[in-house]
């Protein structure tokens, strides 16, 4: 059984930084692509970043680059989202998720088989 759990979120204020991380099990963690999505209240959930077993990551919203950065540890079978520089407009709730691995980081929510049940990050003004 694949699970996938998230820990991390939290209150921030503006300006502030948190680490998410999410822990794989029940899946060979190598063949996997790791993503992490938003959904922010009224809004459709959104690709924030992915990042493949070699390391090569893809950043999909404009607003996040320079300040977010995925990454993995593959020893521990964990994927991170640091989160520095935060801004109200952050605040959603983020899902990790895992899509097999076919050569390229997929930005679709389709792509993703499997997903954690998301852990809400709040950052005041």
């Known amino acids: 059984q694949v699970q996938l759990v998230e820990s991390g979120g939290g209150l921030v204020q503006a300006g502030g930084s948190l680490r998410l991380s999410c822990a794989a099990s029940?899946?060979?963690?190598?063949?996997?692509?790791m993503g992490w999505f938003r959904q922010a209240p009224g809004k459709e959930r959104e690709f924030v970043a992915g990042?493949?077993?070699?390391?090569?990551?893809?950043y999909s919203i404009e607003s996040v680059k320079g300040r977010f950065t995925i990454s993995r540890d593959n020893a521990k079978n964990t994927v991170y989202l640091e989160m520095n520089s935060l801004k109200p407009e952050d605040t959603a709730v983020y899902y990790c998720?895992?899509?097999?691995?076919?050569?390229?980081?997929?930005?679709?929510?389709?792509?993703?088989?499997?997903w954690g049940q998301g852990t809400q990050v709040t950052v005041s003004s």
């Open positions: 029940g899946l060979t963690f190598r063949s996997y692509v």
């Open positions: 998720a895992a899509a097999r691995s076919l050569g390229v980081v997929p930005g679709t929510e389709a792509a993703y088989g499997y």
């Open positions: 990042i493949r077993w070699s390391g090569v990551s893809l």
